[in-house]
């Protein structure tokens, strides 16, 4: 059984839109059917400057062993940062790759359900769980600009990530986000959060 669930073991077809049926993928081209682990994945995403970076070692602190956390922004670079769709897929296919190892993918970056559900490879995972961490505007705003300058947040970036917060918090119900406010909370609490979050929804 390969690692990467597009292409098929029997004859090195690649799918651009794997066929799945339960834990089951089959070749559109040579019919072969091979089973695969089907996991769920955890996205823990929110703005920029609410706490997800800082939840990253605490969480792969508490889950060594159980899951895998993996930070997004390590693929934001070269090509991808020109195709936000390929960089989504790519993650998508990295996660689905990981889960076929036995442990569940914790994915810490900025996403939203818009952007990975209709993806052709969301059919690799179980479920996607979504956990976002917000903060008052003044908190994110203050911790953004504190952020050493190779960062690059200026004024309009910082705005424009304010605009996302906002919008999350308007919208999550409707998208199954699950919301956590961080503005008040020491990280080790909001680790706690979490953890008890993932732990609920793992297999």
Known sequence: MGLD???CPACGDLADRPAVAGALLRCARCGHEWPFRKLPLFALTGPS???????????AARFAGDVVVLEQDILWTGALRDDVTAFRSVWLR???MLHQNGRPVVLCGTV???????LPERAFFSDIHYLALVGSPSSLRARLRARPAWREWDEP?????????????KIAPELGVDLFDTTEVPPEVTADHVEKWIRARLP
């Not at 970036?157 to 918090?169: D, K, Q, S, T, Y």
């Open 5 to 7: 669930l597009r292409i």
């Open 94 to 96: 990295m996660a689905a």
């Open 112 to 118: 939203a359900p818009p952007e990975f559900e209709p």
């Open 49 to 59: 400057g609410a706490g997800k970076s800082t939840m990253g070692p605490l969480l």
């Open 157 to 169: 970036r910082i705005e424009e990530m304010l605009e996302f917060n906002a919008w999350l918090r």
